[in-house]
Structures are given as structure tokens and as C-alpha cells.
């Protein structure tokens, strides 16, 4: 049982230039998210979904798009990249409602954009 | 404004000191309230979820309270160990079910220093 993985863990983009990161959960968790995290701020929530084939936008979703074809994987895409971007990147996967269950979250992936 | 403050911003305890952390809200209504510990270059990992109805909750070295009525939440940490320094986050969590449910707060810098 791996919970949630993240890959890749460290990239270097230059500006324009587009990737993908991905998230894998084997939990069958019903939500996923992707948070960007910087220094001095708290997480902030880019992008979520709530089940296979669905997604909606977070607080800070400009820049980015996503997408779950699975339950088990929500994939994070920057089509242009930009030096804001720069920031550690974290997935998380929970079950239907998050007033009672727990909110597991994956190692993360540094993205640097020069 | 739904926000989470945490104080300090940063704390240097000794080794098998307490210490305790402290977090106020002015979310309302809300389902949870949630201390997460996040080593660094880590994924956060979750150390209690309260309710608006529990006034403390322990997990082995870690207790957080809360005092609804003041918006005040604590996490104290009993006898600290150098595995102890990491950040810790106050997460409150907002009656609706959907992704955007989770008001982070920025985080108190714990370091145990032998």
C-alpha cells in the first residue's frame, strides 16, 4: 500500500515550456487535489476532483489544467510555464467528505520554472 | 474573511522541553479543526482532527485543544525530541463537502536543538 505517490519528484523548466505531473493514489479515494505550496504561505489549492471524469477549479487555478481518466490518477498540466510557477507541488487524495475523514497527501514535487 | 492564524511564526526549543503552538480562527461554522505535521521535503501527515465538539485530543506526545467559544486552537508538545522539528499546520475545515472546504493556516517552523 503506497498511498499516494507523486511523480516527478524534482524538474527544471524553462519558461513556455509545458509538463505534466502525476498523481497516484491506491486508496480508492473518491477526492484528489493538487496544492502549491511557497515559502511563507500557507498550501493553496490549484485545482480538485471529486470522482473519475470530473474536476473543478481551486483558489489558484490560472496557469493550470487537470484531469482524472481514473480514479486513481489526477494529473496536474502546465501548458506554459512561467518563473511564478516555481513552488513545491502537493497531491492529496480523501474519501467523499472531509468533515470526518482524514486528508493524505503525497511527498511532493519541486518545480523550479527559469 | 475565513482565515487561520498561526502563532509563532517559528520556535528553537531544547530537547525534552515542552512547548505549545497556537492557532486562532475566525471560520465559522466549521466541521473540524486539524493539527498536520509536515517534515521537511515532505508531504504533510495528519496528527489530529477535533470537532467543534471536542475540547482535546491526543495523539502520544501531541495534544490539541480547542476553545470554540474563542476560536482558539493549541497544539502542545510534551518532552520534544529532534524528530519533533518540522512544520506544523492548523487546517480548519468549512461545513461544505466539496475540495475548497480546507482554510490552511501558514504554519509554526519547529526546531529541536539538542
Known amino acids: 500500500n503506497a498511498g499516494v505517490t507523486q511523480t516527478p519528484k524534482f524538474r527544471v523548466l524553462k519558461t513556455g515550456q509545458s509538463m505534466t505531473l502525476l498523481c497516484a493514489q491506491d486508496m480508492n479515494h473518491e477526492y484528489m487535489y493538487w496544492y502549491r505550496q511557497d515559502p511563507g504561505m500557507g498550501l493553496r489549492l490549484i485545482h480538485y476532483?471529486?470522482?473519475?471524469?470530473?474536476?473543478a477549479k481551486g483558489e489558484v487555478p490560472d496557469g493550470y489544467n487537470v484531469s482524472r481518466l481514473k480514479k486513481q490518477n489526477f494529473l496536474l498540466g502546465l501548458e506554459s510555464a512561467a518563473p511564478s510557477q516555481t513552488s513545491v507541488y502537493f497531491c492529496?487524495?480523501?474519501?467523499?467528505?472531509?468533515?470526518?475523514?482524514?486528508?493524505?497527501f503525497g511527498p511532493g514535487t519541486r518545480l523550479t520554472v527559469t | 474573511k475565513n482565515q487561520v492564524e498561526q502563532s509563532p511564526q517559528s520556535l528553537i526549543i531544547l530537547e525534552g522541553k515542552n512547548c505549545t503552538l497556537q492557532c486562532n480562527y475566525t471560520v465559522s461554522p466549521f466541521s473540524n479543526l486539524r493539527w498536520y505535521k509536515q517534515d521537511t521535503g515532505r508531504g504533510p501527515v495528519s496528527l489530529t482532527i477535533m470537532t467543534f465538539s471536542e475540547n482535546t485530543k491526543s495523539n502520544g506526545r501531541y495534544t490539541a485543544t480547542l476553545d470554540a467559544d474563542t476560536k482558539q486552537s493549541s497544539l502542545h508538545i510534551t518532552a520534544s525530541q529532534l524528530s519533533d522539528s518540522a512544520s506544523y499546520i492548523c487546517v480548519v475545515t468549512l461545513p461544505q463537502q466539496a475540495g475548497t472546504a480546507l482554510i490552511f493556516g501558514k504554519g509554526t517552523t519547529l526546531s529541536v536543538s539538542s
Open positions: 476532483s471529486v470522482g473519475e471524469g470530473t474536476t
Open positions: 492529496a487524495s480523501s474519501y467523499i467528505s472531509l468533515k470526518t475523514y482524514e486528508q493524505y
